[in-house]
């Protein structure tokens, strides 16, 4: 009966597809919208994953039915959106669930600029549905297809001194916990679980609406020019982040050289007279199919020839950018802030972001730089690394990406709206700096040089004070994350454990990070558990399978 129901889940254990269809019979009519054989990969493919099923609810009362379905069924759910975070956090061999169903703008409210929506919707929609009403997002990241629970959850942030993470403009959210109940929580009302989900990393429920504060629809002008990057050092603490409202910066370190990108709200009276236009940013071969198959495959064939790397950031960053320093090289647009903000991300991809304090950046990429070039003492450019790896035969891809932002403009601890794992500085601005490595035609880069870069990288990034961006590729133990956030970790984690005791949205990577070691007789009972892996052939994707299993311990 179950199979002629929904011959979808036919082939699902008896037990499982025997509670979902007696649930069915019992609820009124609520839909599951459920499929198998679904494959789960992450944007840039580094990732994969078979859960056992694919839902995707368009109400509330859908969420909850998966909620209690997979109480019943013993089963562990994971949310996901667009995938873009390159790590294994959205991989599940158990149920995952999808919102881009779930993706309506519920009420907008222009005295206030109040904007209530679904959690599935993703940020272009969202922008673009802003955009009609007139209204905008006050900031956003370097891409618009993460959801907004999503962009949310893992400490999403633009790059601007004037403005924090992207969610710092929240008021108030809606999640399902693993009771199958939907509870509300703001600064007011149940701080402690708002400011855990304000950065929750999907293990506490699954986020439903979202309540934030718009700004008026804005168009911000930016120009873009290259220069040395020890002029940028010597700019650092003069005005270089403060110069505009919005400032990011692509440094090259073979070229020893650094874009920096600079953007200011246009007056909205100066569009409408006409005073300013928008206008496009002027193209280049970069820009076409040319350029894109021409760099790509220069990274292909840098996998066989690895010491060609920092000619291929010669040629294509100086055709992009132009070969000279200084003015000559400035190129500007005005646009639509939604439009302006956004970068092409290219190709797949391994990235490594840390936030470090801003004051400390020269530091850090004139030190990475110094251990990425082998400077001896005498070279231009030499520092002190200090880094204990050698970068002897490693070449590495550009460029590094900087970016700065200040979660003290708008949040705090004591007005409980800083989330308890924001990775920012809590006494001041915050530099991220993200470290990209190329996976041409999904094959990752020969001779271990990904690793051996995250190896130092990383290294120098703790030496500094730094912190992770939970989205991205990063190593560290639950040890060394409960030292660097000390008590806002234990507090995260006790509101985890009373919303979720039984695990139910805990999965190989929590465990991996947030709970203790791995031991079985501290496993939780819904807790999904890390299999094995294995490796995907590129011609199907590349990257790795992720293989969990459900640890089902009846309940009492």
């Not at 647009?333 to 970068?343: E, M, N």
Request: charge should be neutral.
């Amino acid at each position: 009966m179950a199979t002629e129901s929904n011959p979808a889940l036919a082939s699902l254990p008896s037990s499982v597809r025997e509670i979902i269809e007696l649930a069915s019979q019992r609820d009124g009519g609520i839909p599951f919208r459920a499929k198998t054989a679904h494959v789960h990969r992450t944007w840039a493919g580094t990732f994969t994953s078979l859960p056992e099923l694919y839902i995707q609810p368009e109400s509330i009362p859908e969420i909850q039915k998966v909620v209690r379905l997979a109480r019943h069924a013993r089963r562990r759910v994971t949310t996901t959106g667009c995938g873009h975070s390159p790590s294994d956090i959205t991989c599940t061999s158990s149920w995952l669930v999808n919102l881009d169903n779930f993706n309506k703008i519920i009420s907008v409210d222009p005295s206030t600029g109040l904007v209530v929506v679904q959690a599935g919707i993703r940020l272009y929609q969202l922008s673009d549905e802003l955009d009609r009403r007139g209204l905008a997002l006050p900031s956003l990241g370097s891409i618009n297809e993460q959801s907004i629970a999503g962009a949310i959850s893992t400490g999403t942030h633009g790059s601007s001194i004037k403005h924090g993470l992207v969610g710092e403009n929240i008021t108030e959210l809606k999640i399902t916990l693993a009771n199958g109940e939907t509870l509300s929580c703001s600064p007011e009302d149940k701080p402690d679980l708002f400011r855990a989900a304000l950065i929750s990393l999907g293990a506490l429920g699954i986020i439903t609406e979202v309540t934030f504060k718009a700004v008026p629809a804005f168009s911000l002008a930016w120009s873009q020019a290259i220069d040395s990057d020890r002029r940028i050092f010597e700019q650092w603490e003069k005005d270089l982040w403060s110069q505009a409202e919005f400032v990011r910066i692509w440094w090259f370190p073979y070229m020893r050289r650094a874009a920096v990108w600079t953007a200011n709200v246009v007056d909205p009276v100066d569009l409408k007279t006409g005073a300013v236009n928008h206008r496009e940013p002027p193209t280049s071969y970069y820009d076409s199919w040319l350029g894109y198959y021409v760099y790509h495959n220069l990274l292909a064939l840098s996998r066989w020839i690895p010491h060609i790397t920092p000619w291929i950031e010669w040629f294509v960053f100086g055709m992009q950018y132009g070969f000279r320093n200084g003015e000559v090289t400035r190129i500007g647009a005005v646009q639509p802030s939604q439009k302006a903000f956004l970068l092409n991300c290219l190709y797949s991809q391994s990235v490594n972001e840390w936030a470090i304090p801003l004051h400390k950046g020269p530091e850090a990429l004139q030190r990475l730089g110094a251990w990425l070039q082998n400077l001896k003492p005498g070279d231009p450019g030499y520092v002190e690394h200090g880094i204990p790896y050698s970068a002897e035969g490693l070449w590495v891809h550009s460029p590094v990406e900087v970016r700065a932002s200040d979660s003290t403009v708008y949040t705090s601890r004591e007005a409980n709206t800083r989330p308890f794992l924001d990775p920012t500085q809590s006494d001041g601005p915050t530099l991220y700096l993200n470290a990209i490595m190329y996976r041409p035609y999904h094959r990752e880069p020969t001779y271990n040089a990904t690793e051996r870069y995250y190896l130092g990288f990383e290294w120098l990034m703790r030496e500094l004070g730094g912190k992770p961006h939970w989205a991205k590729t990063f190593t560290a133990t639950q040890a060394d994350l409960a030292r660097w956030y000390g008590d806002d970790f234990q507090r995260w984690g006790a509101v985890r454990e009373s919303v979720d005791p039984e695990g139910m949205f805990v999965g190989p990577w929590h465990r991996r990070y947030l709970l203790e070691p791995l031991q079985k007789e501290k496993l939780l009972p819904l807790e999904e558990i890390q299999q094995t892996t294995k490796n995907v052939p590129a011609r199907q994707g590349g990257g790795i399978e992720v293989i969990g299993v459900q640890n089902v311990i009846a309940p009492n």
